[in-house]
Nanobody, 123 residues
Framework: VQLQASGGGLARTGDSLTLSCAVS????????IAWFRQTPGQERQDSEL????????FYLDSVKGRFTISGDNVKNTVYLQMNSLTPEDTAMYYC?????????????????WGQGTLVTVSS
């Protein structure tokens, strides 16, 4: 199983970015794909789950209405459209996967992780 995250970069408050997670070895639409974020000094177990997608979607309260997760079953890729970015969104973003349809927010429940893509938002 491999996940390849991309799309991070520098943004200003109010800007938009779209993150991509190319998945192999798991199936978008059948397995759960999530986006977590870590700020400097945080360990993986302290990562904050931003959103996940399987048969349904979940969003962290602070990103509801601003972020949209979607999946492309043909490309086996999950996207995170991030609008109205704020400095509080600055973090390393990781995509991760757990087998099947699981509604879990715990990093420990996700068994494969991508390498991360950095999002930096300036004021």
């Amino acid at each position: 199983v491999q996940l390849q995250a991309s799309g991070g970069g520098l943004a200003r408050t109010g800007d938009s970015l779209t993150l991509s997670c190319a998945v192999s070895g798991r199936t978008v639409g059948r397995d759960t794909i999530a986006w977590f974020r870590q700020t400097p000094g945080q360990e993986r177990q302290d990562s904050e789950l931003v959103s996940f997608i399987n048969l349904s979607t979940f969003y962290l309260d602070s990103v509801k209405g601003r972020f949209t997760i979607s999946g492309d079953n043909v490309k086996n890729t999950v996207y995170l459209q991030m609008n109205s970015l704020t400095p509080e969104d600055t973090a390393m973003y990781y995509c991760a996967t757990t087998k099947g349809y699981r509604r879990t927010l715990r990093p420990i429940d996700y068994d494969y992780w991508g390498q991360g893509t950095l999002v930096t938002v300036s004021s």
